[in-house]
Structures are given as C-alpha cells and as structure tokens.
C-alpha cells in the first residue's frame, strides 16, 4: 500500500470536507496556526463515548458555557455536574470527569499536560482519550483509534478477524498510518471517515477518497466489514420503582456514589434482579406506608442489560404526614419541574407514575 498517497488523499478530502463541530479547530484554521484548547477536546471526547454527536452537542455547549474551563468545572459540586449529565449515561465518566478536572487543576495549574503518558495518568483518562488529546490539541504524533476508525481499518485491510479479538490487530494497522505531519488533522479525518462516508450500514464507497487503497472495496464487500462475533442475548433484570407525592414535590432519594448511576438523585427502587418479585417484596422495599397502586411498567436498556421496572405510585395526605417526618428515611423532596434532571430511567418511571403530568 501506498501510505503517502493515501494519506495525501484523506488529509485533502478533509480539507474539504471536514465537519464543523464546536470543539474542532477546522483545517483551514488550523493551518493558519489556531491550535484546539485542550480542555474542550477532553471535554467532548469524554461525553462522545458511548453517544453520538447530534446527542452530545448540547450537553458540550451548555458545558463549555456554564464551565468555560477545568477550573470552572473541577471547583463545581459534584451533584451540579451529575445533574448537568444526565442523559448522557454511564455516570461513572461523570465522576471521572470530575476527577480528571480537579486533577488538573490542583496538580497541574489548570493546564493539561501534553504527553501520552502524562495525560493517562490523569483519573479516567484511558488510551483512547490520551491519544485524542495529545494528537488533537497538541499534534503529537498519537495512534487515535475509535469505533470509527476500528470500521475503516477492517474495510481498508479486509481483516477477517471478527471484532472485538480484531481490536488489537486494527489498532496496530492504524498506528502504521500515523505520522509526524498533521497528526491532529489525521485523526479526526479517519473519524469523519468513518462517521459519514464509511458507514457502519451502507457506506458510500463511491464518495471515499481512499477507495483506491480499500481491499474490502476491490472485493466488493465492505459492508460485510468489519467482522462480528454474534453478541450474546442482554440479560434482562426486574425490579420496582416508587413515585412518592406531597402536594407538588416527589420522593427522591441519592444513589450510593459507586455503581451503576452513583451519585445520582434517583426515584426509591427496589433492587435489580434477574427473578421477579412478590407483591410482598415490592410493598417491603417501599419508601413510606402508604396506599400503593400500580402505574404501569417502564422498559430501559443499558448496555449489558435490559431493565423492567414495575412503577408504584402513592400520595401523602399533606396534613397527615408532612415530608419532615420522613428525613430519617433519606428521601429527598423535589419539585415536578425537577425531575426533568433525573436519569432518563427514572425519567420514564416519574413519567409513568405521574401521569406525564411534567
């Protein structure tokens, strides 16, 4: 393969083509000098794990404008930030995200370090990040491999090894692409590749600038690339959620800081569990002795498992029982216009128990 000629080709169809993305110093800008600010390059490729532009785009401009750099973000309370997340899942890269910023900003001045090595010993930040950021905002020469690059790495080598055992194969057909010149522009070329013209479901071979190198191409089967092992059946698990009124406010109550959603103010559940549970269990792991009734149920998909909560639904007589009496509980009184920042699980579940009424 002729790698000078296939990069030639790509860093130009980027300089064409290149999305325009609110954390992305462009090509042409780039070429004049402006260089990407490190805190914004983290930032998005934290919340762009495990989600997609269009859905991270929001949350990075609301981000970058309530917290316009990692002093802004790491002297935060950690609730603000959860609750500024939710909807963008997986909660622990919230934390992290914290972790991270607090590190920088105590250890290292506020300013991110420019190495590989120096940016993975920062919390939370894996190799992929490292390398995203070292290539991205310091144009260090860093072998940057996402799902969309894994994509066109399979197509271009026709590698018949089916993902995930690939992966390891992928990356190091992907670091011998790497080089010196405009390491920064490289990566995000292979992901805008990736993202809009090498296609997880029909990709646009005939737009591909690098076409003439691809191997799956000359078979006339990329879209049978990359190669996968059949994913075995999500696990689903059960469990009941509680939606608890005085008046106007709802019961939450604070998830433990480690696990699954940690941190976050949450409806009372029962816990998860793969067996289903007795109407006397469900009364049991209730938040209060009240008048329970059903509301239907809500259905959630995580990423190893598939979730169905039962949705119970009660209210407190105001003059009866005032929500003081319930501290000990930890139960947490918010008002309906609150929820809205609640996990979308228990979104669903407020939802299903209020009758949509927020």
């Not at 949350?59 to 309530?66: C, G, H, S, V």
């Not at 646009?204 to 690339?225: H, M, N, V």
Request: glycine share 6%; hydrophobic share 50%; net charge positive.
């Amino acid at each position: 393969m002729n790698v000078p000629a296939l990069r030639a080709a790509l860093l130009s169809w980027y300089d064409a083509q290149a999305r325009d993305l609110p954390w992305r110093v462009g090509p042409a800008e780039h070429a004049a000098g402006a260089r990407a600010d490190p805190y914004r390059v983290w930032l998005s490729e934290v919340m762009l794990q495990q989600t997609t532009v269009p859905h991270a785009t929001p949350y990075f401009l609301d981000f970058t404008r309530r917290w316009p750099t990692v002093r802004d973000l790491a002297a935060t309370p950690d609730a603000e930030v959860m609750s500024a997340w939710a909807g963008l899942g997986y909660y622990a890269r919230a934390r992290n995200l914290l972790a991270c910023a607090r590190a920088v900003a105590g250890d290292h001045a506020g300013v991110f370090p420019a190495t590989e090595d120096a940016l993975r010993a920062l919390p939370g930040v894996g190799a992929y990040t490292a390398a995203a950021v070292a290539a991205i905002a310091f144009d260090r020469a860093a072998n940057v491999v996402d799902g969309n690059v894994e994509r066109v790495m399979s197509r271009l080598f026709a590698v018949e090894t089916p993902l995930p055992d690939a992966k390891p194969e992928l990356k190091a057909l992907s670091g011998g692409l790497v080089a010196d010149h405009r390491p920064g522009d490289w990566a995000q070329a292979l992901m805008d590749l990736g993202a809009t013209v090498c296609r997880p479901r029909a990709p646009l071979c005939d737009r591909c600038p690098i076409s003439a190198f691809c191997a799956a191409f000359a078979q006339g089967a990329a879209e049978t690339f990359p190669r996968k092992t059949r994913k075995a059946d999500r696990p689903r698990r059960l469990g009941a959620a509680f939606v608890l009124t005085h008046g106007d406010r709802v019961a939450l109550v604070r998830r433990p800081p480690k696990g699954l959603l940690g941190g976050m103010l949450a409806l009372p559940t029962t816990d998860w569990r793969t067996a289903p549970f007795s109407e006397a269990e469900i009364a049991a792991a209730a938040p209060a002795g009240a008048a329970w009734r059903p509301a239907g149920a809500i259905e959630h998909v995580f990423t190893h498992f598939s979730l169905t909560l039962e949705v119970r639904r009660a209210e407190l007589d105001e003059k009866a029982a005032a929500p003081a009496n319930l501290a000990d509980s930890g139960l947490i009184w918010a008002s309906r216009a609150e929820l809205e920042g609640l996990p979308s699980v228990f979104l669903k579940a407020a939802r299903a128990g209020l009758d949509r009424l927020i």
